[in-house]
Each structure stands twice: as C-alpha cells, then as structure tokens.
C-alpha cells in the first residue's frame, strides 16, 4: 500500500529553496493543495481521473498557491475522511475504477496530505455522472501542472495504446497456442481446482489451488519474492461415478441480499453464512452485515478475521475495513434528536404536512429527524413509505439512533421501509444507508461476540 509513498516520491515533491519555499512545482504528475475540504470533491474526483489516464499522480494537501509554501494541514479533515467515502464518490462518478491510495507524512513539524492515484489499467477513465464541474462522458487528462478536458491528440493515443495491448495480448495466447498444439492444451479453472484438457481433466486438491499465483513472464520467485508453486506426485485416477466433495464459494450474492438477509434474519435459500463472509470482501464498502452471519453461523470473529485476510479479493481497504469493524466499538449513530419535539410528539402522516411544517418553521436537521423519529415508532408508521425520496436520508440516520428494544418492535416494517428505500434510492444515499445497515448488524447480534 505504501510503496507510492516511499523515501524518493516524498523527497522529489518536498524539495526547499534556502528560504524554505517549495522548489517543486505542479507537473504531469503533482497537484498541490492549501487545505482539504470535502465539499471540493468534484475538483479532487478531475484531477484523480486525468492522474489515472495519463501515467499517475500524487495530489498534496498543506501547500499553499502563491507563494508555494509547505504550511502543513491545520486541522482534522484529511485524516477524518472515510477512505470509503472517498471510493464510493469516485465508483459513483467514474468508470472504469480509479484506483488509489491516503497518506499522512510529517516533515519538520508539520502534517500533510497525499493521495495517490495510480494509472488506471483500461483507459480513459470516463466521468459517468454530472457532479458541479464535472459532467456525464467528460474524460480528463493530466497535461503539465493542470488537468483538463482531453485532447483529440492525446485520447487518438490512449485508444491506440489500449487497442495494440489488447492485439498483443491475443497474439501472445495465439502463439502460445501454436507452441503448445491444440492437442496439448488444457485450461485451469481455480474456481473449481479442474485442469480441463482434450484427454481428460485433472483435479486439484483445494488444498493446493489456494496456494497458486501467477507471475510475470520473465520473472522468477527469486527476483521478486513472489510465491510459486510447482506440482510433484502421482496423479491418482477418480472413477466418474465419484463426484468430489468440494466447497465452492458464493460468487453470485448481491448487495441487496446481504441487507435482506439482515433485516429479515434469515439466510437465503442454499446459501451459508460462510459464504456469504466469504463474499462481503468483494463489495465496495465494510459497513456491511457481519454479526448476524456470526451469530447465525456460530462463527467466531478470529474465524471471519482469517476469512477476510485470505479472500482473494483486490479491495485490500475493504478487507481491512470489514476486519477493524469486528473489534471496533465506536457507535454509527449520525448526529441526534431534538427533545423537546420528542416528548411532544411531534408528526405529521403526510409528507406535504411535514414539508411544510419544516419551511415554515426553519426547522434544523435534528428537529426533522425528530419528527420521523415519532412517526417510525408510533401507529402511523406506513405513511413514511409515502415520503418523498429527499427524506430518505434523514430516516436511514433515525435509523442509527434506534435503541435494541426500538428496532425489534418495528423489525417488520423497518425491513419493508428500508429496502423500500433501497430500490427506490440507494445509489444517492449509499453512505448512510450502510451507516444504517452496520447499526442494525451491530446493535442486534454483536453482544454474543
């Protein structure tokens, strides 16, 4: 993770004049910043994009403009963000994935702020979505010292690159193929540990298909450090009538029903809990349900920490995440109620009652959560399902805030209301929806683990 942010890359961007001014200047490749502030996202989500589709690129965070001057962060945000928060803006905005890395470094007595952003795999990165400067199909490119819309130029090249990859590619599989004869020629499938040839198919043990990596062509363990394997002993006949006992992990679970199973308390049909730990590792966040597959599965958390650190899954932020939430005792509860409208029981079962209640008043956001906070729990809890979708926010954060006892009571309708939520609105409230989701995980089945 850390090797973008090693001893060169950080003496290269911190180089001083005898005055203590920045000698380095924005580049290809460098972006400086005076402060973090994550209402500048649009801007920060620009120049990560045109970083990846030119050849990477750090942006740094406690640089002042003019003078350039190393001032440091003067305050808590860069290091408070949720590195998940940061993925989900850029998944939601951007494709293919930019990838991507957050640092502190410390540099004569003063803290600054780096993000990496790597060169993407498939270029262009393209914008997906319209979000203030930035607009749906925009590509971006890093030019020196700015980032910009890109040039016919430069996008001819990338597609030329990305088209020569993909005709080298198939040549070398070609060639490959014509080396070895189509008679000789076999493919591995280590989902199934089965070496599929015109002659018949050879079985690996699960024992030994875990342990295979590939390296690069021309590399050697030795060199780079990589693991290999080479397979020595008897291949041993299995009669076809024998059909292997063997455990295939779940690949086809959707981020639906991972909160489904949740809210409901059940497991879906032919699916364990096991799998469905086995396949939280490839969603894109680590609020996700994790104790109730514990509690269902009678699964430790040192046994789902062993799942998490061994998934295949690339999303090592993911699996970190998911592993520090098994031990992390810190409440998902957003903001708070107001109490005086609480214990007058403030509500109102229609939404244009409530719109208007609130414009008319001015109320503040604890005070509108306050008034569906009394709505959730009384009688006239269905008209929430009536609210209109600019509510969906504030009701999954009244969800954070519900007590064991709240939640039980309302379990039913709570299920029905938030994947109501879910289908009608999920991809604009992603955050706080998960926000709500590992609540419920936490407060009803963390207490036997």
């Given at each position: 993770?850390y090797q973008?942010?090693?001893?060169?890359?950080?003496n290269?961007?911190f180089?001083f004049r005898?005055?203590?001014k920045?000698?380095?200047?924005?580049?290809?490749?460098?972006?400086?910043?005076?402060?973090f502030?994550?209402?500048n996202?649009?801007?920060?989500g620009k120049?990560?994009?045109a970083?990846?589709n030119?050849?990477?690129?750090f942006?740094?965070?406690?640089v002042t403009?003019?003078p350039r001057?190393?001032?440091?962060?003067?305050n808590?945000?860069?290091t408070a963000?949720?590195?998940?928060?940061?993925?989900?803006?850029?998944n939601?905005?951007f494709?293919?994935?930019?990838?991507?890395e957050?640092?502190i470094?410390?540099?004569?007595?003063k803290?600054?702020?780096?993000i990496?952003t790597?060169?993407?795999?498939?270029k262009?990165?393209?914008c997906?979505?319209n979000?203030n400067?930035?607009k749906?199909s925009d590509?971006?490119y890093?030019?020196n010292?700015r980032?910009e819309r890109?040039?016919?130029?430069?996008?001819?090249?990338l597609i030329?690159?990305e088209r020569?990859?993909e005709?080298?590619l198939?040549?070398?599989?070609?060639?490959?193929?014509s080396?070895i004869?189509?008679?000789?020629?076999?493919t591995i499938?280590?989902?199934?540990?089965?070496?599929?040839?015109?002659n018949?198919?050879?079985?690996l043990?699960?024992s030994i298909?875990?342990q295979i990596e590939?390296?690069?062509?021309g590399e050697?363990?030795?060199?780079?450090?990589?693991?290999t394997?080479?397979?020595?002993?008897?291949v041993?006949?299995?009669?076809r009538?024998?059909i292997?006992?063997?455990?295939t992990?779940?690949?086809?679970i959707?981020?639906r029903?991972?909160f489904?199973?949740?809210?409901?308390g059940?497991?879906?049909?032919?699916?364990?809990?096991?799998?469905y730990?086995?396949g939280?590792?490839?969603?894109?966040?680590?609020?996700m349900?994790?104790?109730?597959?514990l509690?269902?599965?009678?699964i430790t958390?040192?046994?789902?920490k062993?799942i998490f650190?061994?998934s295949?899954?690339?999303?090592?932020?993911?699996k970190s995440?998911?592993i520090?939430?098994?031990?992390?005792?810190r409440?998902?509860?957003i903001?708070?109620?107001?109490d005086t409208?609480?214990?007058n029981?403030?509500m109102?079962?229609s939404?244009?009652d409530?719109?208007n209640y609130?414009?008319?008043?001015?109320?503040?956001k604890?005070?509108?959560k306050?008034i569906?906070y009394?709505?959730?729990v009384?009688e006239?809890?269905?008209?929430?399902?009536n609210?209109?979708r600019?509510?969906?926010?504030l009701i999954?954060e009244?969800?954070t805030?519900l007590?064991?006892?709240?939640?039980?009571?309302h379990r039913?309708?709570?299920t029905e209301?938030?994947?109501g939520?879910?289908?009608?609105?999920?991809n604009?409230?992603?955050m706080?929806?998960r926000?709500?989701?590992?609540?419920?995980?936490?407060?009803l089945?963390?207490?036997?683990h």
């Amino acid at each position: 993770m850390y090797q973008y942010f090693n001893a060169n890359n950080i003496n290269h961007i911190f180089r001083f004049r005898s005055d203590g001014k920045l000698i380095t200047r924005e580049s290809t490749q460098i972006e400086f910043k005076e402060a973090f502030n994550w209402n500048n996202r649009a801007k920060y989500g620009k120049t990560m994009a045109a970083f990846a589709n030119n050849s990477g690129g750090f942006i740094v965070f406690g640089v002042t403009d003019t003078p350039r001057e190393a001032i440091g962060l003067h305050n808590e945000r860069f290091t408070a963000i949720d590195e998940e928060q940061i993925t989900l803006y850029l998944n939601s905005f951007f494709s293919p994935e930019i990838r991507w890395e957050k640092q502190i470094v410390e540099l004569n007595n003063k803290r600054f702020g780096l993000i990496y952003t790597c060169e993407a795999k498939t270029k262009p990165v393209v914008c997906t979505n319209n979000d203030n400067i930035i607009k749906e199909s925009d590509i971006f490119y890093r030019y020196n010292g700015r980032s910009e819309r890109i040039r016919y130029p430069e996008l001819r090249r990338l597609i030329e690159v990305e088209r020569e990859k993909e005709r080298l590619l198939w040549m070398n599989h070609m060639q490959k193929i014509s080396k070895i004869g189509l008679d000789n020629l076999a493919t591995i499938d280590l989902e199934k540990g089965i070496i599929d040839g015109n002659n018949g198919n050879i079985y690996l043990d699960e024992s030994i298909v875990s342990q295979i990596e590939f390296i690069k062509e021309g590399e050697f363990d030795e060199v780079e450090g990589a693991k290999t394997l080479k397979l020595v002993g008897e291949v041993q006949e299995i009669s076809r009538s024998v059909i292997l006992p063997t455990r295939t992990r779940m690949v086809g679970i959707h981020t639906r029903e991972f909160f489904e199973s949740l809210l409901k308390g059940m497991l879906h049909q032919g699916v364990d809990a096991l799998e469905y730990l086995e396949g939280l590792p490839y969603e894109r966040s680590k609020f996700m349900p994790i104790f109730v597959y514990l509690d269902i599965g009678n699964i430790t958390k040192d046994e789902a920490k062993d799942i998490f650190r061994g998934s295949d899954s690339t999303a090592t932020q993911v699996k970190s995440g998911l592993i520090e939430r098994l031990d992390d005792e810190r409440s998902f509860g957003i903001s708070y109620f107001d109490d005086t409208l609480i214990r007058n029981n403030l509500m109102f079962s229609s939404y244009e009652d409530y719109k208007n209640y609130v414009e008319l008043n001015g109320l503040d956001k604890s005070q509108k959560k306050s008034i569906i906070y009394n709505l959730l729990v009384s009688e006239l809890q269905e008209s929430l399902k009536n609210y209109h979708r600019e509510s969906f926010k504030l009701i999954c954060e009244v969800v954070t805030l519900l007590t064991n006892e709240e939640m039980l009571a309302h379990r039913t309708f709570l299920t029905e209301l938030l994947l109501g939520i879910y289908d009608e609105d999920y991809n604009n409230i992603a955050m706080t929806f998960r926000y709500a989701i590992a609540h419920i995980d936490k407060t009803l089945y963390s207490d036997g683990h």
